[in-house]
């Protein structure tokens, strides 16, 4: 006869820390990027940052990764967007991780380095695609017709 096993106690599992979200925005596009401990990943809609396409639009998505410079190497982030075009896209995804980079060093070293860089970086741009007007196929006024 085998005697009955006792239970194994479990151990105390360590709580995961919840990523912290930050924002970005820029036309109809939204970012949000979520920030944990890491070795410096960043992944945008879970594509890596390295091989994005367009090339333009990476590049000015790696400015403020350039800007921060060390503090990139201790935290991943993921960026999910949408909305809007290719370039409005990378403007709130740029946004998105500066602000989580100037959050995350609690510092205002970086706050001024990205604001020398480029202003809209913390800020977002306030412009807007303006609407239609009727009498024709686009945004511009049309030509004042006269009858007499």
Not at 28 to 53: C, D, H
Request: proline share 9%; net charge positive.
């Amino acid at each position: 006869m085998s005697q009955p096993q006792k239970p194994v106690p479990k151990q105390p599992q360590k709580p995961v820390p919840k990523p912290r979200l930050y924002s970005g925005a820029r036309k109809t596009s939204r970012a949000t990027a979520a920030v944990t401990l890491g070795s410096g990943r960043i992944r945008i809609n879970g594509t890596p940052l390295e091989i994005w396409e367009p090339e333009l639009a990476r590049l000015h998505m790696m400015a403020p990764v350039v800007v921060a410079g060390d503090v990139r190497e201790k935290y991943d982030i993921a960026v999910s967007v949408s909305g809007g075009g290719f370039m409005s896209q990378a403007d709130a995804t740029a946004m998105a991780i500066a602000r989580a980079y100037t959050d995350l060093s609690k510092g205002s070293e970086i706050r001024d380095k990205m604001q020398a860089y480029n202003k809209y970086l913390l800020s977002g741009d306030p412009r807007q695609s303006e609407p239609k007007k009727f009498g024709g196929p686009s945004a511009r006024r049309k030509r004042q017709k006269s009858y007499r």
